[in-house]
Every structure is written in C-alpha cells, then in structure tokens.
C-alpha cells in the first residue's frame, strides 16, 4: 500500500475514533456543580483532533506518489517473499518483541515476575539472536545475572513486592 | 538568601549515601548516553522506581546525575564510533570521527568532555539565578496565561516536526486526549472507562512515557535483524585515553566559542519543545558561521566539537529553568524530570521555588555536583563504554525490556501499569512508523491535565473567554505560538514566496502589542526595541529590493 492510500486510511481511522469517543462523551456524567463539565474538555481535544484530521486526509488525497520511508527501505533488496509472509518476515523481530512480552503478562499470576521474567529475557534473546549451544549459555548467563539482578535489588534492597506467581512464592 | 539555600541544599545532598549513589547515577547516564538508541529518557524513567523509596531530595539528585551523565555520554559513541549515542551528540560526530580517525581521539574526548563540563557549569549558574527570577514572572500568570502557556508549548513542538506539522498536532492532541481517560481531576466523574476499573484510574504518565518512548525505541533498533546481531566495537577504535590537559589548552584558546554555545544550549533549552538536538546542530553551525576558518569544520576541528558539546550540556540547564519556574516541561527529558518530580510528590510551580527553597536548590546544587562528578568519571566510564561496546544490540535490547517489565510494575505494583506498556510501546512503534513525531504526544500526556485544571479554574472565575485573547501573557503566548505554527511553512518558502520577507518583521511588530500592555517600565521599552528591530528588518528588506534570501549550503544539503 503506498504512502497516499496508508495516509489516507490512518486518517479516516482517526475519523472513525473521533466519531466514537465522541458519541462516549455523552455517557459522562455531569454533576451540578463546576462551570467545566466533565464532557467538555474531551469535547474540545476531540473537535479540534477531527478538524486535524479532516486537513490530514485533504492533505494526503492530495499528495503525490507514495514515498518510502526508513522501514521500508532498509531491507528493501533483501526482501523477496511478498504478501502476509512478506509481511510478517519485514516485521520479524518487533512482532516476536509483542508476542513474547504478551505472553509474559498472561503468565504473570503464574509465573511471577521473577520466573516469567527470566523466560522472557531469554526466550527473546533466543528468538532475536539465535539458539546455536554457546549462544543459549550465554542468553540464559545473561538472563539470570540481569533479570536475577533486577528481581533481587527490588524484593530485598528496595522492599517492592514483585507478583510471586504461583510456582515461586518468596513470601 | 540565595546563599542562605544553597548552604542548605550542599547539607541536604552532601552526605555519602547520595554522593555514591549520585556517582552511581552519572556512570549509569554516561553509559545510557553514550549507547546509539539509548536516550537519555529511557535512562531516566528506568531509574525511576529504584528512587521510590528514597527521600525526595535524594532521588531527585540521583534522576538529575543520570541526566547530566547522560548528556555527556552521547560523546563518546559519537567520537569513537561515529554513531551518535544520542541525537543531541549528533554534530559532534561531525568533527570529533575524523578526528579520532586522525589519530587523536584522545584529544577529541577530552574536549568533549571539558566543553561539555563548561557547558554544564555556565547553564548551572544560569539556572541558579535564572529560575527564580523566572518563577517571579510566573506569579504574574493567571489561569488563561497557564492555559495558553500549555498551548504554545504544545504548539513549538508539534512545528518541530517540521513538514509534518499536521502530524505533530495530531500527536500533540491524541496526547492531550489519552490524559482524559479515567476520573478527571476537576470533579472526579468517569471518562472513556468503558466500563473498566483499571481504565477508571487512568493510564499512568510513566508507564504510557516508558511504553511510547522506550518500549518502540528499543523494537526499532531491533527491527533490522542483521544490525540487531552487531556490536558497537565493528565500528571505530575504541582503546584510548583522555588527554585532559591537551584538552584544557585547546578550549580556552576557544573561550568564546564555549560561551556562545552555552548561551545557545541554555537558550534552547528554555523555549519548550527545542531540545539538545537542535541546540548542538544550530551551536555547529554557529560556530561554523563565526569562524575564519569554515572550511576546516568537517575534517576534525575543536571548534567543531566545542560548539555542540557545549550546547547539548547547557540544554537541560534551560529545560529546568523552565521547568522548575513555571512547570512546564521543554522536552521529552523534561517531561520524564517533571513524571520523576510528580512521583516525589513535588508539583514544580512559581511558587515552588519560594515555598521549597531548600528542596529547589538541593536540584540545582545536584545539577552543579553532577557536572563535576561526570568529568572525574569519564575516563573510568570510558573502559566500561569499550566493555558495553561489545555487547550485541539485540542482548541490550532483551535485557533492557525486561528491566522495563519489572520497572513499570514497581511505579504502583499495579498489573494493568504493565498492559498500558505493552499497548503504548505498540502505539508508538506505529506512530513512529507512520511519521507521527512522539515528542508532541508525550507533552500531550504531561501537559493535559495542567491545561484542563487551569481552563477548568479560568472558568470558575468568568464564563467569559475573552480573557484568553485580551490578557498581554496570554495574548502573548497565543501570538508566538500562531507564529511558531506558520514558521516551518515560512522554512520551506523562504527562498521562492515573497510573504516570507514579512514573517519575521510582523512577528516582531505582533509581538510587542502584548508587551507595551503589560505595563510597568521595562517591558515597553523592549516592546520598543522589538518594533525598532522589525522596522529595521522591513527596511533591510526594502533596501535590497524586496529580494528572497538564497538558502545557505547547510539548508540546501538539508533539502537534498
């Protein structure tokens, strides 16, 4: 999709999200009192991001050929799968990013932070930087000096209660 | 008096514990500066929960050392590898690389280091005696001058995005409009929950700040999976040391330079939105300006490092006038100060200064202590900086997300604080991809509710607006604040409209009418150099034949 028609799409999404917070503002409560009601200030942000919005969509149904930007191009010669596969190839490493910390949040009751965050740390670096023998030695040293680390200084330097999880329980 | 509090705040932070853990924020900085992709922000707000239980004094000199390492950081990457460690060490990689690749990259380290101290030091005494004079100015602003205050701030920032000046208001409002969500804080009724008990509480400031700052950052530069596996130390040499006194020679035969760069970088600073970024770019070109010799900036000059170390050391000196006189944070950095000050429950304000001398100066002495300790650091930094150097990106970046997942949950042991992470760290990774600048937004976020309580108050005293138009500061705010929006388009047209000879004239004459009302003996008397310096311009204009400017070499390579 070229930067015309994105532009254009990002804009009447924005459209789209005005439109509903904007029917949500009516749902705010408005007490007697207070020259401000609640539902003003949203009001305001909202009409002037629609009226923003409005100029952005002008401004790229106007606009020339798509221009390549910084992520586009970097791999640009190296890509050659074109499509979702293509897709999910370009953004390899940013997806594994939100997928394995997705994960680490839905397991935090379990896992805790101190177990789900060593799984993390070194799954990613797995993921990120390979799984050759040396390489896993070095991610999970790694994983447990720092995560370990971190865990520790906050549960018994700084007295923070980090989640336990239900496999590890400290206290 | 001044003394009086600066005795104070020596005896509040001069004890060991602070002064170690000050020396341990300065190396942390030093080192999070001075990795390409690693702002300072980031540095910052990770260090954050670790101040929690730190009386507030304490943490705050430790968040302030992290800041002035960081600053000074940026430096090393910049001159050793050529790869800028943060945007506001971009120009010394100008001249600092060649040099260093001429075989003197101890000698470029050292004057970077020492015009970065002078930096420091001229920006800490300015803040000392600046803020309070500052913050009296600011006892005279009533709600509607708050209120426009946070709209030209908005505004600067949203023009830094120069081209894409309709993508940095977006920013800067869709900022504004995540600050809404959760129990407004005029009188406490629910907005845009849903439904939601965690969204009723609100999206906290540090976690959205950590998730559209760091978070997208640290996907960024793991993004390309083969710069992902490669290490600083396959750039440049490293092994060197600083030559101190060498150094020292070189920059007081250039005193001049130093100042002027400073007063840059102090300058800069205190308008909101310009950063380090552009002071340590427009100090370079300064410098060049001024020289005698301008061919030689590129090929390993001094001057060429002085000028933007110099400058990007001063910024956040004038970033914290701003902030700690008026509230109003200058940049990301500050705005990161301002989430950390808020935390210590300590509301920066005019009358901050007045009613917490002690707890201000102990800021501004930190500033001043931290600027010593980053010169003595240096050059033990710079043996740990070679070690970092040979850590892969992707290890940093793994280990550094999973410090921001721990991080996070300890601002409020809050689970939800962690899902705000993950979305806002998805959100600016698309904002960034998409062109949407995130300086903008994040003042949003800062700034959202200081504009709402002040309109809500504006309010309670007169239904009626004009008071935002008709009070000189706000009218003043409005006025500069317009102009600043039309500036990138002035930018871009320079050379090829002829409105553009007009700008900066009618800026001048514009902005004098608030001043002649704001009365009293000095202001209209500036109001009357400001006129006599806009009929001067228009008159330079008419003389030359009412002809558009050519660009310079520096803007036309910038247009490609």
New interface residues.
């Given amino acids: 999709m070229g930067r015309l028609n994105r532009d254009a799409v990002i804009a009447i999404i924005l459209l789209m999200a005005c439109g509903i917070l904007f029917w949500s503002t009516f749902s705010i409560r408005a007490p007697d009192y207070g020259q401000l009601k609640p539902s003003t200030w949203p009001r305001v942000i909202l009409g002037l991001l629609t009226l923003l919005s409005v100029l952005y969509l002008g401004q790229s149904l106007r606009q020339g050929p798509a221009q390549k930007d910084e992520y586009d191009t970097y791999d640009a010669g190296k890509a050659s799968a074109s499509g979702l596969k293509g897709w999910l190839a370009h953004w390899r490493n940013p997806i594994w990013c939100y997928v394995l910390f997705f994960f680490y949040l839905i397991t935090l009751p379990y896992l805790g932070s101190l177990i789900g965050g060593l799984a993390f740390v070194f799954t990613l670096m797995g993921v990120l930087g390979g799984w050759s023998p040396r390489r896993l030695a070095v991610h999970a040293t790694v994983a447990i000096a720092t995560v370990g680390g971190m865990w520790a200084i906050f549960t018994f330097g700084l007295g923070v209660i980090l989640p336990p999880g239900e496999i590890f329980t400290v206290f | 008096m001044i003394i009086e509090n600066i005795y104070a705040a020596f005896a509040e932070i001069g004890n060991v514990t602070t002064i170690i853990l000050m020396l341990v924020g300065v190396a942390g900085g030093l080192i999070a500066g001075a990795i390409p992709g690693f702002t300072i922000a980031m540095a910052i707000v990770l260090t954050l ?2 101040t ?2 730190m009386p507030p004094t304490q943490g705050l000199a430790i968040m302030v050392s992290v800041l002035v390492g960081g600053l000074s950081g940026g430096l090393m990457a910049g001159i050793l590898t050529g790869i800028p460690g943060t945007p506001s060490s971009v120009a010394t990689t100008f001249d600092g690389f060649p040099m260093a690749r001429a075989g003197k990259p101890g000698l470029a380290l050292g004057i970077g280091v020492w015009s970065s101290f002078c930096g420091g030091i001229i920006s800490a005494i300015l803040l000392v005696t600046l803020s309070p004079q500052l913050a009296r100015i600011g006892l005279e602003f009533n709600p509607w001058d708050f209120f426009m205050l946070v709209m030209f701030a908005l505004t600067v920032t949203a023009s830094l995005a120069g081209r894409n000046l ?2 940095g ?2 920013a800067g ?2 900022g ?2 995540i600050r ?1 969500v959760g129990e ?1 804080e ?2 406490g ?4 929950d ?1 439904g939601s008990d965690a969204l009723l509480q609100g999206f906290d400031f540090i976690a959205v700040l950590i998730g559209l700052f760091a978070f997208s950052q ?2 960024r530069d ?5 710069s ?2 490669k290490s600083l130390t396959e750039r440049g040499a490293v092994n060197v040391r600083i030559e101190h006194m060498a150094a020292i020679r070189e920059i007081a035969k250039r005193w001049a330079i130093v100042l002027r760069s400073s007063l840059i970088g102090v300058f800069t600073g205190i308008l909101p939105g310009a950063g380090g970024s552009i002071a340590n770019i427009l100090a370079y070109d300064q410098a060049k300006k001024a020289s005698k010799y301008p061919e030689k900036f590129g090929t390993g000059t001094p001057d060429g490092i002085i000028a933007p170390e110099s400058s990007n050391n001063a910024v956040e000196g004038g970033a914290l006038i701003t902030l700690m006189a008026l509230g109003i944070p200058g940049d990301v950095t500050a705005a990161v100060m301002l989430g950390a000050l808020l935390i210590h429950d300590i509301i920066p304000s005019p009358t901050f200064i007045a009613e917490e001398p002690v707890l201000a100066y102990s800021i501004f002495i930190a500033f001043f202590v931290a600027t010593f300790m980053m010169v003595g650091l240096q050059s033990f930094m710079l043996r740990v900086f070679v070690l970092v150097t040979k850590i ?1 990106i ?2 940093l ?3 550094i ?3 921001c ?2 991080g996070v ?2 601002i409020n ?1 809050v ?1 939800f604080d ?2 705000t992470l ?1 979305w806002f ?2 959100l600016g ?1 698309v904002m960034r ?3 949407f600048p995130l300086a903008p937004m994040i003042l949003g976020v800062v700034l959202g509710n200081i ?2 309580l002040n ?2 108050r504006a ?2 005293i007169t ?1 009626d607006l004009t008071p935002f138009f008709t009070r000189p500061w706000a009218l003043f705010f409005l006025i500069i604040a317009l102009f600043s929006a039309i500036f990138p388009l002035f930018q871009e047209m320079r050379a090829t409209r002829k409105w553009t000879l007009f700008y900066m004239p009618f800026a001048y004459f514009a902005v004098s009418v608030p001043l002649f009302m704001m009365g009293g003996v000095v202001r209209p008397i500036l109001a009357g150099i400001v006129i006599a310096v806009g009929a001067f311009s228009l008159w330079r204009r008419h003389r030359d034949g009412w002809k558009l400017a050519p660009l310079s070499d520096h803007e036309l390579a910038e247009r490609g």
Avoid: C
């Fill in positions: 929960p670790f929690f239980g309709i993508k208001l977006i409002v869709v504004l409009l809404t407004d005029a009188v009724m629910a907005r845009f849903f640290l996907l793991v993004h390309d999976p083969v992902a596996q892969r992707y290890v970046a793994s280990v997300l999973g410090f997942g721990i949950f300890a042991n689970e962690l899902w993950l760290g998805i990774f991809h998409f062109g504009a709402e309109l809500s309010l309670a239904t």
